[in-house]
């Protein structure tokens, strides 16, 4: 055997011993999913002022330099109420009916929180991957990038929330007891908007063109969700098909609650010309909704949580 | 608690060659068995992939300051990446006990449409501290980034010397137990990174446990009182930084007093002129790495000259330990000074005389310019590294003095003393001076 060939051989036997041993998982791998919880929070609460910051920063290069200033946070439900009135003004005409002051009430009361959905969507999916230079060289609970451009576009919503508010004393829509169904159903949307983030800036890390799917998903969603009409337009099966979207009980139950002061414990139910009756309106939407926004934004948080020690690597 | 701060047992890490993960469609099933934990095991080495680490093993306790050295790609930022929990090992386990910041990256999160102020808030809780934390340490970290003027600038407008003070005044205010620290001193002015040299140290004093990565040999063995050496996700060597920094610089030749680069593509060079070999010779010719600190040592640089008609200049820098900057030496040897030079092999020598450098290690930075045009055409950092060595011997500058000899040189120097009065008459000086003074 010559010298080089010997040399060879020993080095292979020494790559050869140098491979990793089998490994028991170690204790972080054992949590259980109460533990992994309990970290999420303790970590988000220990970040908190993180979380403010971006959320300040993203307020603020929003607004610096910006021509419009505080009118875009109203633009966006203002463009899509606008829009809604084109296409019910053609219905109405074909239909020869007449459009009241109440569609254009429960037009802005749907376009607001899709606004939010649209653009808290919108950011959140860019948030880890226009961020790359935090992720992989700092550590920190990675859900502050979503949520910061959630909360972000949450700011908006309020003021836009105000001209709303405006818009419906304007309307003379009057504050009803039915009217505080608001609150539970803005803490639904904000659940389901969060767990989506999540969901969209993860899978958005991984792969790139993502961003582009959201990006067609979030343009033609708003014809598949109730905000220029009411599912039960669509007849029996239609307004069910229609309440499969988790947004539309919360879109529509604002309408019914804020508008039509309506209890959301009690269901509608209108006679279609066909003879069977249409389900306008039943609390077990609003259960569905829920389950939704409640299991959607915990699978998903614990999915990027699971996810996130790859990030760094993956981005 | 123990005295343990950090510990990290047969840590291994893989990565894959160039692109991550080619199709949606490959990923969704690999992606799904790693979740269910069934699947090719962790623990194997796919197509395209490598250990970034093998087998790491260290502890430090509290206080210690540690610096880790290397070549590129040698692992040292994954070890960083993997303390930090920004990367989690393959296999292996790592503990760390107590608040730790990684400075992988001055000015992480720096948004250039916010001012400095705004800036200061967010790069401080990117970093880790609480906001009640910034609020206090406000005014400091202005005056220590020393931007009072610029605090309502967007950072955008900031130069890049200002925009480099910033960061690295909020890192520098981190009051972690554990600071881990990537290679940000190659910036900013001369003054500033001494500033930062300062910072560090006392941090160092406070009782915090210091990791420091860097090229910087001189910062390495003036901060660190122990250093680990890596190379290819290994650890060659743990122990006293002269020791690793020799060892790391001599590590692809057999000496640190002899640099050499037979192979003309992994010389450095430029158009004109190649390197070829760099030698540290003491006066019988003989290649040294240490020389007697009255003894005069050379320093022999050999390169090709590829071009013709061309005015060169090869030149020397020297550092010592702790970085400062001794002297620059050009070629002065009159016959080719100024002169264009043909093409040939070339050597160029300068002695450097005994009584003059301090004792310590001396690092050598060696290069070559064209002048007239002035073109670069190599400058190799730390190149050679040499110790300065005295053996109390009695005819040195000490005159009998046993104490250390601070400074950064150590020249021989002509003294004359001699008696000038007897003590009377020294006494009847002194007292009529007094009068003097009184009546003026």
């Known amino acids: ?315 | 608690m123990s005295d343990t701060t950090i510990e990290v047992c047969h840590a291994w890490k893989k990565f894959r060659h160039g692109d991550v993960h080619d199709s949606l469609r490959d990923l969704v099933p690999a992606l799904a068995h790693r979740l269910i934990g069934h699947g090719r095991k962790r623990t194997d080495l796919a197509k395209g992939e490598f250990w970034a680490l093998k087998d790491i093993s260290f502890q430090l306790k509290r206080g210690e300051i540690v610096g880790i050295i290397g070549p590129n790609g040698a692992g040292k930022s994954t070890i960083l990446k993997i303390l930090s929990r920004i990367l989690r090992p393959n296999s292996g386990r790592v503990r760390v006990d107590g608040r730790l910041s990684a400075l992988i990256e001055v000015g992480a999160g720096f948004h250039p449409d916010l001012n400095g102020r705004e800036n200061i808030y967010l790069n401080g809780t990117i970093l880790g501290m609480k906001k009640a934390e910034i609020d206090r340490k406000f005014d400091e970290i202005v005056a220590f980034a020393e931007i009072e003027k610029f605090l309502y600038t967007p950072v955008k407008r900031y130069s890049s010397g200002m925009y480099v003070r910033l960061a690295f005044a909020v890192a520098a205010h981190l009051e972690p137990e554990i600071f881990l620290v990537d290679e940000v001193l190659a910036v900013g002015d001369a003054r500033f990174q001494k500033k930062c040299l300062n910072k560090m140290q006392d941090v160092g004093q406070e009782g915090r446990t210091v990791i420091f990565v860097s090229h910087n040999m001189p910062a390495i063995t003036r901060l660190c009182k122990r250093a680990i050496l890596l190379d290819q996700g290994r650890i060659l060597q743990d122990g006293p930084p002269h020791q690793l920094v020799k060892a790391y610089l001599s590590s692809s030749l057999s000496t640190t007093g002899a640099r050499e680069w037979f192979d003309p593509a992994a010389a450095p060079g430029g158009e004109v002129a190649r390197l070829r070999t760099l030698r540290l010779r003491a006066e019988d010719g003989q290649v040294a790495e240490s020389v007697d600190i009255r003894r005069p040592i050379l320093i022999q640089m050999e390169y090709d000259v590829l071009k013709s008609g061309y005015i060169l200049m090869p030149y020397h820098h020297l550092y010592n330990e702790q970085g400062v900057f001794l002297f620059s030496a050009h070629d002065l040897d009159p016959t080719w000074r100024c002169r264009p030079r043909p093409v040939g092999r070339w050597v160029s020598t300068v002695q450097i005389p005994g009584n003059l450098l301090n004792e310590g290690t001396l690092f050598v930075s060696s290069g070559l310019m064209t002048l007239d045009p002035t073109i670069p055409q190599f400058h190799v950092r730390d190149v050679m590294v040499f110790q300065v060595i005295e053996s109390l011997d009695g005819d040195s500058t000490r005159g009998g003095w046993a104490g250390p000899m601070g400074g950064v040189v150590r020249p021989l120097l002509k003294w004359t003393t001699r008696v000038t009065a007897d003590t009377d008459e020294a006494a009847a000086l002194a007292a009529r001076k007094g009068d003097n003074e009184t009546n003026i």
Request: charge should be negative; include cysteine; glycine fraction near 6%.
């Open chain 1, 1 to 315: 055997m010559s010298t080089t060939e010997q040399q060879t051989t020993e080095v292979l036997a020494a790559e050869s011993v140098l491979t990793p041993p089998m490994e028991a998982p170690t204790d972080e791998e054992r949590q259980t999913l109460w533990e992994t919880f309990h970290e999420i929070i303790y970590e988000l609460l220990q970040y908190r002022d993180l979380l403010f910051q971006l959320t300040l920063r993203d307020i603020r290069i929003r607004y610096k330099q910006a021509v419009m200033g505080v009118g875009w946070a109203i633009f966006m439900p203002m463009l899509i109420v606008a829009a809604g009135f084109v296409v019910r003004y053609a219905i109405a005409h074909m239909a020869k009916s007449e459009l009241n002051w109440g569609d254009f009430a429960a037009m802005g009361i749907k376009a607001l929180p899709w606004a939010f959905f649209v653009g808290a969507i919108g950011f959140a999916t860019t948030s880890l991957t226009s961020n790359i230079n935090l992720v992989t060289k700092i550590y920190f609970p990675r859900a502050v990038l979503p949520l910061s451009a959630v909360l972000a576009q949450a700011f908006d919503t309020a003021i836009g929330a105000a001209a709303i508010a405006a818009l419906l004393f304007f309307l003379e829509i009057r504050f009803s007891l039915q009217t505080l169904w608001a609150i539970p159903l803005l803490v639904l949307l904000f659940l389901f908007t969060v767990g989506m983030a999540f969901f969209v800036s993860c899978a958005n890390l991984f792969f790139r063109d993502v961003k582009y799917i959201v990006q067609v998903l979030l343009t033609f969603g708003i014809f598949f969700t109730p905000v220029f009409y009411e599912p039960s337009n669509f007849g029996p099966w239609g307004c069910h098909l229609m309440m499969l979207n988790p947004l539309a009980p919360l879109l529509e139950g604002s309408r019914l609650a804020i508008v039509e002061h309506h209890n959301l414990f009690h269901s509608i139910v209108l006679t279609s010309s066909g003879g069977l009756p249409i389900i306008a309106w039943h609390p077990a939407y609003l259960v569905y909704a829920a389950c939704w926004a409640v299991v959607g934004c915990l699978g998903a948080w614990l999915l990027f949580h699971k996810l996130q020690f790859l990030y760094a690597e993956y981005i």
